[in-house]
């Protein structure tokens, strides 16, 4: 053959092979044609050259040490973004780990889609033993908004385009997309390939509620004596900031932010009611739920909780079927909530007679008594510290840097970090959410560092920070401004109690006076160990101003703590001593 004939032969080849395309690649092409520009995730079979080639592609990879924690960091991301948080997972064990994180997203309404390789269908559907095998769709399905398998090449596109659609449409949750092993060795026409992708169109669009519903809300609020407006994450979610704000101070009705909306107005506003929740949940007559569920959280919207009074509820969702869930709404308005608000603040723009003044000075004395009461607990400078003088060094960090995003979770470190640390923006504060579980902790921290670029301030229990602490070497790793501190009082919930037979350790205990900052330390982080309310002040200062990883362990007095901390009644005790 002339060395003509081998150039077109090796040209002809080099043109066959790049007009083909395989299931890597449009997975890939797939997420980012619809602006996926990151994927959370644990590398493994059968996708460690997918997460090697999404890299490669431009997409940013970031590996973490279990995959329940890159769940929980996905999740996250999509409550930040309003786009899908993508979780990157190998099959069976690795899938179950990500399931977790996925179900916690769909009961907190964020969306996020857990993208796993699996075993293949032949072998798994007649049981025959397959490395890792397990029906993930079916395990998954429960658990999730949706669930899709893909088995073609060509029906890649359509399958991330449905999974988009699911995790954002309507109310926003997690979707499972399940990959088995062969989908991404299959090859087909390049252009055939790219046809194939969809773009996702209007993936959430607006849902206007009914003009009728609008009059009949604005009717219940007008005959109101004792308005009150609660604020869930959902409302911090809609990012209709602005539409928040104008609606309650064109009304002037007071408001009460569930923890992840404290910040849409600030903590500080004149009508926030946050230090008055007892006085206003009791006496308030007209309730207006925006993105706010009432669950358990706001003990069902009935009990001593709410007072003896009868109340009136109005809720906007865009859920349809939350209505009703446990007391009847009497003016439910079904939409998104920026299009709501808005269609409520054109009716009450003119002639709106603002609420009593013997309301909004009742929820003034209230909140007056338990600010400068809970003040003088702040200021306790006790060694060692306890909950409260711990947390007052932190509230002065985060009025300091009120762009900093705040991470919380705990038992008594967050149900006391909740009421006394201020926010001041949308958005700045994550915690457990509606289904209280621990562990969220460093995931939340990474994928808010990631796709904020702003300085996080986690503040963990030390049982909480065993969730997911190993953590702390991703955070070194992509060298992210994640500030840490341990609340280390021994122990879970607290460090003092004894096994009465003496032979371990009581089960809620620790290993005493440990050294969580040299966890950090040991990934090339900065670790501080303090003692007093002054210390913890300007370590954790010194920590955001670097904006290198660093953890600040806490001693805290293995006394301090309650049982369960604020939610001790539902843990339940054993009153019959054994015979």
């Known amino acids: 053959m002339s060395a003509v004939a081998q150039v077109i032969d ?12 395989d299931g890597f690649h449009l997975v890939i092409d ?156 299959q090859v087909m026409d390049a252009k055939a390939g790219e046809q194939s992708l969809v773009k996702v169109i209007d993936a959430a669009p607006d849902q206007l509620p009914s003009p009728a519903a609008v009059k009949r809300a604005i009717e219940v609020l007008k005959s109101a004596k004792k308005p009150l407006i609660i604020l869930g994450k959902g409302a911090a979610y809609s990012q209709a900031d602005e539409e928040l704000r104008s609606f309650i101070e064109t009304t002037g009705i007071p408001f009460l932010p569930m923890s992840m909306a404290k910040g849409i107005l600030p903590d500080t506003h004149p009508l926030s009611a946050g230090a008055a929740r007892s006085t206003v949940l009791k006496d308030s007559d007209v309730v207006l739920l925006v993105g706010a569920r009432l669950n358990w959280l706001l003990s069902h919207g009935k009990g001593k909780t709410w007072g003896d009074a009868p109340k009136k509820f109005i809720q906007i969702d865009i859920e349809p079927k939350e209505m009703d869930s446990n007391v009847e709404i009497v003016a439910p308005l079904v939409g998104d909530i920026g299009s709501v608000v808005s269609a409520l603040l054109d009716e009450v723009k003119s002639g709106w007679q603002a609420p009593s003044a013997e309301w909004i000075n009742a929820i003034n004395s209230r909140k007056e008594a338990n600010i400068a009461k809970m003040g003088q607990r702040l200021l306790k400078n006790s060694t060692p510290m306890d909950f409260h003088s711990a947390l007052g060094a932190l509230k002065q960090v985060i009025k300091d840097h009120p762009d900093a995003i705040l991470v919380n979770e705990g038992a008594n470190t967050l149900d006391l970090a909740r009421g006394i640390i201020d926010m001041y923006e949308p958005r700045k504060r994550l915690d457990v959410g509606t289904w209280g579980v621990m562990g969220i902790g460093m995931g939340f921290a990474v994928g808010a560092a990631v796709e904020t670029g702003k300085p996080v301030l986690a503040v963990e229990g030390d049982s909480a920070f065993g969730f997911s602490g190993m953590e702390v070497e991703t955070i070194c790793r992509y060298n992210l401004p994640v500030t840490i501190v341990v609340f280390n009082n021994n122990g879970i919930y607290r460090g003092v109690d004894v096994d009465p037979t003496g032979r371990d350790p009581a089960t809620t205990v620790f290993v005493p006076d440990s050294r969580y900052d040299k966890m950090m330390e040991a990934f090339g982080g900065v670790g501080y160990h303090v003692t007093t309310p002054d210390e913890l002040k300007k370590a954790v200062e010194e920590g955001m101003r670097s904006g290198k990883p660093t953890l600040v362990n806490a001693a805290i007095d293995p006394a301090a703590g309650s049982e369960s901390g604020n939610i001790g009644s539902l843990n339940p005790q054993s009153v019959v001593k054994k015979k």
């Open 30 to 185: 797939a997420l980012k044609l619809n602006g996926i520009d990151t994927i959370y995730g644990v590398p493994g079979i059968p996708i460690t050259d997918l997460g090697r080639m999404a890299q490669a592609e431009g997409i940013r990879v970031i590996s973490f040490r279990h995959e329940q924690n890159a769940g929980n960091a996905a999740a996250i991301a999509g409550f930040l973004t309003k786009k899908p948080g993508i979780c990157l997972t190998v099959s069976a064990p690795g899938f179950l780990n990500g399931l977790t994180a996925l179900a916690n997203a769909t009961t907190n309404c964020f969306p996020m889609i857990l993208i796993s390789g699996s075993s293949e269908r032949e072998i798994v559907d007649l049981q025959q033993g397959d490395y890792e095998e397990m029906d993930q769709l079916a395990i998954a399905k429960p658990l999730c908004k949706a669930a899709f398998r893909v088995l073609h090449a060509a029906d890649i596109g359509i399958g991330v385009a449905r999974a988009i659609r699911a995790a954002v449409s309507g109310r926003p949750g997690g979707v499972y997309l399940d990959l088995p092993a062969k989908l991404f060795s």
């Open 10 to 21: 090796v040209n002809a080849a080099n043109e066959a092979e790049q007009d083909l395309t």
